[in-house]
């Protein structure tokens, strides 16, 4: 009897626990509600297979040290079922896992589930077809998550779902049945009772209960569709991406926080960064098309998990002030008066208190306005937060962060690169160049995307059979011309290669034209096309063509005179990827890996694979592999491939000199760098890539470089500077290192920016060299109080003083 009763009291505990540890999850006109208390809710997009199983925890952990409250990210949907109703959650796919990662941490997670998310990702993914296998996809997420108790409801993080993404940008191409679908996502969605708020982000239109929310670089106007909708903004641009032979973006920590605090000046009360941590491309992930194996983004943590400053601390900074703000924000009052010339001041106020925004969105003068029987001054382009409605505490445009300027450092565990020893083999071109074979036929030629997209690559091979009485004959010179729609394609004629042509970015449909010389009877043409990741987003995206999907001709002509023998509806064989991609020559376990040479190595030859063997760099430092002097192809490290490179695609000119003004509306093409430099000369390799011995490294050179050059370095903080306001405290850290020694320092009306600062026309009474070696050298982090106490008096007059340093890792 008395072991009956401990069982029944743990049973009776068991339920309690499960009931007590459930959320519930709701919202009002204000904000979403857990357990009926409105939140500030400060979230950032992390995508799991853009990193590693083994960054996970690092990555989250740092997004919690910044203050965010979630992780979201996308599901996707051709990573996890690349062939109908097979599913792969395995490695870095593993959903579940990084879901309780998060949770792990106690942050809550936003899941959008889509199942079409665009972000930049391969074929971004309305028929009934396609209709079917969504609910099936969105089904099979909902049920195991709901498996593993992983919504919030069931005790889980889960707080937020999303369906569709960004379908309102683009429904009005479809008419009457984009509005069917949308409704029809909706219904679908609610039927499958998650017991959290589903999302429709840029969906104005978004039918009851589902909440609109806003993506942009800015969202402070943006109103929900229904006012017992909160103001959401599921997506704020830290960056932009980056495509082959463009210029590398940033944007400015003091312009993304200003679009922040401007947001929840104006009643947002969830915002989520897109990216927090952007990431990599791996393997042929990246779409686009065009879009680099980098996804950094200019995130908050870049691309290898590094804290990206001042970016990070600052909104860090912003974000303990936002918190601390958080029942007034979802309960005050709210008063706005307008001082003109784009100047607004912003009250919430309850019984209790109250906490005010005063905003300055003129984007080149500064305002110095009187609120509430105190004078204030608000640079342009900023907002100033008062937490009490007195004392500015914040503001957007003074980073009282540190600056890192991150370095690549030569791998010290050798002599690289000379001690890479290389070997090589040629991609074996017979089957296709020489004889035509392949996998299938057809008498037109079709969309590459169509055929398999289970490679980059598709050969269109055909023959034409020229009699000696054939017209094409009279004429002066032939040529072949190819209408080609993307990307990249290599031409031979009779096992001669005649040529190559790619696209430039936004631009992916040309004509390819060669001198040929053919033969009386059968000539055999092989058209290789390579795409670079397909078509994401846009109405009907799905039905754009990739490949060689116009005509292809011989062309001949005399005088003004010309013969065309069209030759595309002959019938054309096709043939998936290549040899070595297909007997797995980057596999250590492939039995087709062998026969490798290592006298000769070729450079700038076309179609070869070179393999050497590296030592993992020391330390945990991330690692970067240096492929300066390739020109495009495929990098594995031990198997994995770490995506496309492509080194020998320049950005185009048209940066400029002039130092970037964080003032005015940001777009992709404000503040960029790079120009003239190749578009991607470094590339992640995850250090659970590699093994502490020997490591592999295997390259496919589509267009012919020398790999002579190529180097593993490691990426760290290389100098740490701060430009720092009076009354705040620095932060300096070498994030993990230690800091070596102080370059410069300066209190009181220094100039410059880091790398350049010089002393200004008055100094703090104390050496403050002298001040920052004995506090900061040989620590890893250190706190510095920027004060006329830490510093003595700089008789600087009404000047706000700062402090200026310059240390080094």
């Known amino acids: 009897m008395e072991f009956n009763r401990v069982i029944v009291n743990l049973l009776l505990f068991t339920v309690f626990f499960c009931v007590s540890s459930a959320t519930e999850i709701s919202h009002d006109g204000r904000a979403i509600t857990i357990d009926g208390q409105r939140r500030v809710l400060l979230s950032g997009s992390i995508h799991y297979p853009r990193s590693t199983a083994q960054m996970w925890p690092d990555l989250i952990r740092k997004a919690k040290e910044g203050g965010l409250d979630a992780i979201e990210t996308y599901v996707f949907w ?33 899941l959008r589930i889509g199942p079409y998310i665009c972000g930049e990702w391969n074929y971004g993914t309305a028929n009934d077809v396609f209709m ?86 800015y969202c402070d106007q ?82 290898y998990g590094n804290l990206n400053q001042p970016k990070w601390g600052h909104l860090k900074q912003l974000h303990e002030v936002l918190k601390s703000m958080e ?14 010339n784009s100047v607004t001041a912003t009250e919430y106020a309850t019984n209790q208190s109250s906490s005010c925004f005063l905003s300055n969105a003129n984007t080149s003068t500064d305002a110095t306005i009187t609120f509430q029987g105190n004078q204030y001054s608000i640079p342009a382009w900023s907002v100033s937060i008062l937490p009490d409605c007195n004392a500015e505490v914040f503001n957007t445009a003074k980073v009282n962060t540190q600056t890192s300027v991150m370095e690549k450092i030569p791998n010290k565990a050798e002599e690289e690169p000379v001690s890479l020893n290389w070997v090589w083999r040629p991609e074996n071109l017979d089957d296709t160049v020489l004889l035509g074979k392949g996998h299938l036929s057809a008498n037109q030629l079709i969309d590459q995307k169509a055929v398999n997209d289970a490679s980059d690559y598709l050969w269109y091979m ?29 031409a031979y004629v009779n096992g001669k290669y005649i040529g190559s042509e790619w696209a430039k970015y936004g631009v992916y449909s040309y004509v390819f034209e060669q001198n040929v010389n053919l033969k009386h009877g059968k000539n055999l043409i092989s058209l290789l096309s390579a795409t670079v990741g397909f078509k994401n987003y846009g109405p009907h995206f799905d039905m754009i063509e990739s490949g060689i999907t116009g005509s292809v001709a011989l062309v001949g002509r005399k005088d003004d005179e010309q013969i065309i023998k069209d030759l595309s509806a002959h019938k054309w064989t096709y043939k998936v990827g290549l040899q070595g991609l297909e007997h797995k020559y980057y596999s250590l376990d492939s039995a087709f890996a062998t026969k490798w040479v290592a006298k000769e190595l070729p450079i700038n030859r076309m179609m070869t694979w070179y393999k050497t063997t590296f030592k993992a760099p020391l330390g945990t430092d991330p690692v970067a592999v240096d492929l300066q002097g390739l020109g495009k192809g495929f990098a594995w490290v031990n198997g994995n491939n770490i995506g496309r490179y492509w080194p020998s695609f320049n950005a185009e000119d048209g940066c400029s000199t002039d130092a970037c003004d964080y003032r005015g509306p940001y777009d992709d093409s404000k503040c960029v760098t790079n120009c003239g430099h190749p578009t991607q000369r470094w590339y992640h390799v995850p250090r659970s890539f590699m093994n502490e011995g020997i490591n592999t490294l295997v390259l496919f050179e589509e267009f012919g470089g020398n790999p002579s050059l190529v180097n ?85 007059g009404d000047v706000v003083k700062r402090l200026a340093v310059e240390a080094v890792c």
């Open 78 to 110: 051709n990573l996890h079922e690349p062939v109908r109703r097979q599913y792969d959650f395995s490695g870095n796919n593993d959903l579940i896992r990084f879901i309780k990662t998060i949770q792990d941490e106690g942050l809550y997670s936003v």
């Open 132 to 217: 079917n296998e969504m609910k099936n996809f969105t089904s099979l997420i909902v049920n195991m998550v709901k498996k593993e108790k992983l919504f919030a409801t069931q005790g889980g993080p889960i707080i937020i779902t999303q369906i569709e993404n960004e379908y309102g940008n683009v429904i009005s191409s479809y008419g009457d049945a984009g509005k069917a679908y949308r409704d029809w996502c909706a219904n679908m969605a609610e039927s499958l009772n998650v017991g959290v708020p589903w999302i429709m982000c840029q969906e104005s239109d978004a039918p009851q209960p589902i909440i609109n929310t806003c993506n942009g670089w």
């Open 222 to 303: 943006f109103t929900p569709n229904n006012p017992n909708s909160p103001k959401m903004w599921t997506e704020n641009w830290t960056g932009w991406f980056k495509s082959w032979g463009t210029k590398d973006p940033h944007r400015t920590a003091e312009d993304v926080a200003y679009a922040v605090a401007r947001f929840f000046q104006t009643g947002g009360t969830f915002q989520n960064y897109y990216m927090y941590h952007g990431g990599t491309n791996f393997g042929r992930t990246a779409g686009g098309p065009y879009i680099t194996t980098t996804y950094d983004y200019d995130a908050p943590l870049d691309e």
């Open 327 to 340: 029942f007034v924000l979802t309960h005050g009052n709210v008063n706005t008066t307008d001082y003109g």
């Open 462 to 490: 055909t023959s034409v059979n020229l009699k000696e009485d054939d017209p094409i004959w009279a004429t002066d010179n032939m040529t072949l011309r190819v209408n080609v729609s993307g990307h990249v394609l290599h």
């Open 712 to 796: 593993f370095q490691t990426v760290r903080p290389g100098t740490v500077c701060g430009n720092v306001y009076e009354k705040n405290t620095l932060e300096l850290s070498c994030q993990g290192q230690p800091i070596s020694a102080i370059k410069f320092a300066s209190f009181g009306t220094p100039e410059g920016t880091c790398g350049s600062f010089q002393k200004g026309t008055c100094e703090g009474a104390k050496d403050a060299l002298s001040v920052l070696h004995t506090e900061c050298v040989g620590k890893e982090t250190c706190l510095i109080d920027v004060s006329e106490e830490s510093f003595g008096s700089a008789n600087c």
